[in-house]
C-alpha cells in the first residue's frame, strides 16, 4: 500500500518535473525536423553506375511486402537483362517498413527520407515505374548488379563477372 | 408563492408516482420514481426540514436508486420482460393491494384529521435533527446501526471467495 | 443581496462556468502538452485559444444523430441531467463573503446530493444507447458512484465536525485561524480521490476508459449532446475544485488581494493538480479500483472521522 502510494507520488513529481524541459516535438511545417538519410520514407528506384535500371523484376520486393503495395511484371530485354514491364507503387497502402529494400537482391528499391505524399485523389497515391525511377545510384555508388553477377548477357558472358571463377566444364575429364 | 411550489411538487410527485406504476418499461418506471423521490425532497424542503430533502436526494435518488437501475442493467430486460409488465397491468393483480392501499390512505386522511397541524411552521436546522437523534430517539438509531453492520457482515459473507485458488493474487 | 442581484448573480455565475469548461478543454490539453513534452494546441489565435471556438464549431454543427435502436427519448434526456445537476451545485459555493448565489444550512449536503445526481446522466446514456460498450461502462460508472460516493460523504464529515454546521460559508469562516487542511489532512486526501472518481476524471475514468469501452457510455452521442456530457465533465472538475478549496484550502480568505481574486487563485492551482494527476497516473483496473475504495479509504475516512472527534470533544473541554 505504502510502496504503491510512494510510487504514484514519485509519478506525480517526475511529470511535474516535466514542467521545465522544452518540447519534444517541433513546430512541423516551418520547422522541419532532421530525418537521418536511411530514414524509411517514399520508395524509389535507382539505376545502376552506367544508366541502366537495376531492378531485375525478381518480385522479392512484391513477396516481402506486408500490405501488399507492390506490383510488378518481368520483362527480358533483347540483350538477356531482365526487368519489370510495369512496376507499381500503392503508396497509400505502404507503411514505409522498409522490408522490400532489404529484399532487395540488386540495391533497386531504396527508401528516401521523404515523407510529404499528399494528394486529394486517392489515385494519385499510385505510383507508376515512371514515377519512381530516379537518374542516379541511391545510397549504393558502385554496384552493378549484372557486373557481379554469374548470369549470361550480350557483350559478358559466363565467368566474365568481377571476382568470377571460369565456369567448369563437367563434359571434360581433365583436372 | 411557497404554497404554489407545494403544490405542483405534490402534482408531480402523485403523477410520477402513478407513471412509475404503469410503466411497462421498467428503466422509463425507474426514471419516473426518480422524479417522484426529487419531488417528495422538494416538498420536505418546503416543509421546513431541509437536512430530510438533503438526504432524500443524497441516499434515495442518489444511491438506492442508482442501484436499482445497476440491477436493471445486469438483468437485460427485452420485450419479453416488457410484455410481462404489462400483462401485470390487468385489473385482476392489482385490485385487492388497490383496495387495501385506499384503506390505508383513508386511514392516514383520518389520523391528518386529528392533528391541528403537519409542520411546526419553522424550518428544522441539521443540528436540531442531530440532537434529537442522538438524545430521545438513541435506541433507534442504535437498533438501525446494528442492523446496518449485520447486512455488512452477511454481505461480507455471501461476496468472499469459498474457493481459494493457489497463486491467486489479492 | 437582494432578490434580483442572487438571480443575476446566479446568471453570470452559470455563464462563467460554461466559460470556464470551454475554455478548461483547451487549457488542459496545453497543460497537458507541457508535462508530456508537446506543444498541444497553439495554432488559432494566441496560445491557440481560438481552439475553444473551433471545437465548439465543431460540436454545434455535427449531426445530431440519435441511433435508431437506442430508446429515444432518455437518450435525449440523458446528456441534460449532468449539466443540470453539476450547474445547481454551483449554487452553495461561497466566491467571496457576500458572493454567494445561496448559503443553505445544509450547503455541503445539497452539493453531495447534486454530486449524486449527476451519476443518472451517464447510467441512463448507458441504458438507452442499447450498446454492448455504452453498458459495460454504465456498469462500471454504477459501481464506480456508489463506492466512492460513500466515504466521499464521510471524507467531508471531519470537517463539518470542526466547524459545526453544513453552511458553506461558516465552513470558510471557521477556517481564519487554520486552514484545514492541516487538521483535515486524510479528509482532503480522500475527498481528493472521491472528487475525481465522481466526476470521472482520468485516473479514474473506467465508465469511458477509451483504450477498452471505445468511449464507454457516450459511445453512441456525437454532436451536441456528447458535448453536453464534455461540459458536465468539466463543470464537475471546477465545481469539485472549489469545494476542495472551500472547504480545505480556506476558501475566500487570503491577505492583500480581494477575496474574489484569492478564490479564483486557490480554485486554478487546484484545477492544475487534477490535471497533473490525469498527465501523470495511469488508469487502474476495476477491481484495483474497487478495492482502492472498499479496502483503504472506506476505512481511511472512517478513522479520520473517530480521530477529529475525538480531538474535538477534547478540546471543548467535554
Known amino acids: ?175 | 408563492m411557497m404554497e404554489t411550489l407545494f403544490y405542483l411538487a405534490a402534482v408531480i410527485a402523485l403523477s410520477a408516482t402513478i407513471l412509475a406504476l404503469t410503466r411497462a418499461n421498467a428503466a422509463h418506471a425507474l426514471i419516473y420514481l426518480i422524479l417522484s423521490l426529487l419531488a417528495v425532497a422538494v416538498l420536505f424542503f418546503l416543509m421546513g426540514a431541509p437536512f430530510a430533502a438533503a438526504l432524500e436526494i443524497l441516499i434515495y435518488a442518489g444511491a438506492i436508486m442508482v442501484l436499482f437501475v445497476f440491477v436493471i442493467m445486469m438483468l437485460n430486460l427485452g420485450k419479453s420482460g416488457e410484455e410481462l409488465e404489462r400483462s401485470g397491468l390487468h385489473a385482476r393483480n392489482w385490485i385487492i393491494p388497490g383496495i387495501m392501499a385506499t384503506l390505508l390512505f383513508v386511514e392516514l386522511m383520518y389520523a391528518v384529521e386529528q392533528t391541528s397541524s403537519l409542520t411546526s411552521g419553522t424550518a428544522v436546522s441539521p443540528k436540531e435533527v442531530g440532537l434529537e437523534l442522538f438524545g430521545p430517539y438513541v435506541l433507534a438509531v442504535e437498533l438501525a446501526s446494528m442492523l446496518l453492520l449485520a447486512g455488512l457482515v452477511g454481505a461480507y459473507h455471501l461476496g468472499r471467495r469459498f474457493i481459494v485458488r493457489s497463486g491467486s493474487d489479492d | 443581496m437582494s432578490e434580483l442581484g442572487t438571480i443575476g448573480f446566479g446568471l453570470f455565475i452559470i455563464l462563467a462556468a460554461v466559460g470556464g469548461a470551454a475554455t478548461l478543454t483547451w487549457f488542459e490539453r496545453r497543460l497537458l502538452g507541457i508535462w508530456q513534452d508537446r506543444y498541444g494546441p497553439n495554432r488559432l489565435g494566441p496560445f491557440g485559444v481560438g481552439q475553444v471556438a473551433s471545437d465548439m464549431i465543431k460540436l454545434l454543427t455535427k449531426h445530431d444523430w440519435v441511433p435508431p435502436f437506442s430508446d429515444r427519448v432518455v437518450f435525449v434526456f440523458a446528456p441534460t441531467a449532468i449539466v443540470v445537476a453539476m450547474m445547481l451545485g454551483f449554487a452553495v459555493v461561497p466566491f467571496g463573503p457576500d458572493l454567494y448565489v445561496i448559503d443553505l444550512n445544509i450547503g455541503l449536503l445539497f452539493f453531495l446530493g447534486m454530486t449524486s445526481l449527476a451519476v443518472y446522466s451517464v447510467l441512463l446514456a448507458a441504458l438507452a444507447s442499447n450498446n454492448k460498450y455504452a453498458l459495460l461502462g454504465g456498469l462500471r460508472s454504477a459501481a464506480q458512484m456508489v463506492s466512492y460516493e460513500v466515504f466521499m460523504g464521510l471524507s467531508l464529515m471531519g470537517v463539518v465536525m470542526l466547524t459545526g454546521s453544513f453552511s458553506m460559508r461558516a465552513i470558510v469562516e471557521a477556517q481564519t485561524d487554520l486552514w484545514n487542511f492541516i487538521p483535515q489532512f486524510l479528509g482532503l486526501f480522500t475527498f481528493l480521490i472521491a472528487g475525481i472518481a465522481e466526476s470521472h476524471r482520468l485516473p479514474f475514468d473506467l465508465p469511458e476508459a477509451e483504450h477498452e469501452l471505445t468511449a464507454g457510455f457516450h459511445t453512441e452521442y456525437s454532436g451536441m449532446k456528447f458535448a453536453m456530457f464534455m461540459l458536465g465533465e468539466y463543470l464537475g472538475l471546477i465545481l469539485i475544485s472549489c469545494m476542495i478549496v472551500a472547504l480545505f484550502f480556506g476558501g475566500w480568505l487570503g491577505p492583500w488581494l480581494p477575496p474574489i481574486v484569492w478564490f479564483c487563485l486557490k480554485t486554478f492551482i487546484v484545477i492544475c493538480f487534477f490535471i497533473l494527476l490525469r498527465a501523470a497516473i495511469p488508469r487502474p483496473r476495476y477491481d484495483q479500483l474497487m478495492t482502492l475504495g472498499w479496502k483503504y479509504m472506506l476505512p481511511l475516512t472512517l478513522f479520520n472521522l473517530l480521530v477529529t472527534g475525538a480531538v474535538a470533544l477534547t478540546l471543548k473541554g467535554g
Not at chain 1, 21 to 26: I, W
Not at chain 1, 87 to 109: H, K, L, Q
Not at chain 1, 151 to 170: C, F, H, R, S, T
Open chain 1, 1 to 175: 500500500m505504502f510502496k504503491s502510494l510512494r510510487s504514484q507520488l514519485t509519478t506525480i513529481w517526475t511529470i511535474l518535473q516535466h514542467s521545465f524541459t522544452p518540447a519534444e516535438t517541433v513546430q512541423y511545417p516551418e520547422e522541419q525536423p532532421y530525418l537521418a538519410p536511411r530514414y524509411r520514407g517514399r520508395i524509389v528506384l535507382t539505376r545502376d553506375p552506367d544508366g541502366d535500371e537495376r531492378c531485375v523484376a525478381c518480385n522479392l520486393c512484391a513477396a516481402a511486402c506486408p500490405p501488399d503495395c507492390i506490383a510488378l511484371q518481368q520483362g527480358v530485354r533483347e540483350d538477356g537483362r531482365w526487368y519489370p514491364e510495369f512496376f507499381r507503387i500503392n503508396f497509400s497502402r505502404c507503411i514505409m517498413c522498409g522490408m522490400c529494400e532489404e529484399a532487395c537482391p540488386t540495391n533497386a528499391i531504396q527508401l528516401t527520407p521523404d515523407f510529404e505524399m499528399c494528394e486529394y485523389e486517392r489515385q494519385s497515391m499510385v505510383y507508376e515505374k515512371e514515377h519512381l525511377l530516379i537518374s542516379g545510384t541511391g545510397k549504393y555508388h558502385d554496384y552493378n548488379f549484372y557486373r557481379v553477377s554469374g548470369l549470361a548477357i550480350d557483350g559478358k558472358d559466363k565467368g566474365q563477372g568481377q571476382n568470377e571463377a571460369q565456369p567448369i566444364d563437367v563434359k571434360s575429364l581433365l583436372p
